[in-house]
């Protein structure tokens, strides 16, 4: 049975299972930022160990440039975890408001069945007493 707010639940729907694809790829870009901040990590680590053992080899400009790649990639990760925190909460929210709107739903659904129990217990209380009305034997219950 169909309900009038259908078009809303599935409008709902749609926005939460929309967020939680967001979420998907947002926990993904973070991870990745984060395992490339750990590699350039050990890169920097590997190259001051070849710096220490060869003085006389320059490593200045490349262990500044890979801090720097390496601190790119840690702003990087924590951003994506930031649009993270905030796209659970839109979850959450986009979740709560589909619960409501399912309750309000299933709501609307027992009234009409309630309804239609009404409908038909009044339909057979005027054919029993029609019965009555007409001579037949009254039903005992």
């Known amino acids: 049975m169909t309900t009038p707010l259908d078009g809303a639940l599935r409008v ?3 926005e939460a299972e929309a967020i939680r694809v967001t979420i998907a790829l947002e926990v993904e870009r973070a991870t990745l930022a984060r395992d490339a901040s ?5 890169l920097v680590a590997g ?9 006389l080899l320059p490593t200045d400009n490349y262990l500044m440039r890979m801090r720097a790649t390496q601190k790119t990639l840690a ?6 975890e930031s649009r993270l925190e905030r ?11 589909a619960r ?29 007493g029609r019965r009555g009305d ?3 034997p009254a039903v005992d219950q």
Do not use: N, S
């Open 12 to 14: 709902q729907q749609r």
């Open 38 to 42: 750990v590699q350039a990590q050990v």
């Open 47 to 55: 190259e001051r160990a070849i710096g220490a053992a060869a003085p």
């Open 75 to 80: 702003a990087t990760a924590d951003e994506a």
């Open 87 to 97: 796209l659970q909460e839109r979850a959450i929210e986009a979740y709560g408001k």
């Open 100 to 128: 409501v709107i399912e309750m309000a739903v299933d709501r609307h659904r027992q009234e009409a069945a309630h309804r239609r129990a009404a409908v038909e217990q009044r339909e057979l209380d005027d054919v029993a």
């Open 134 to 136: 007409a001579g037949w």
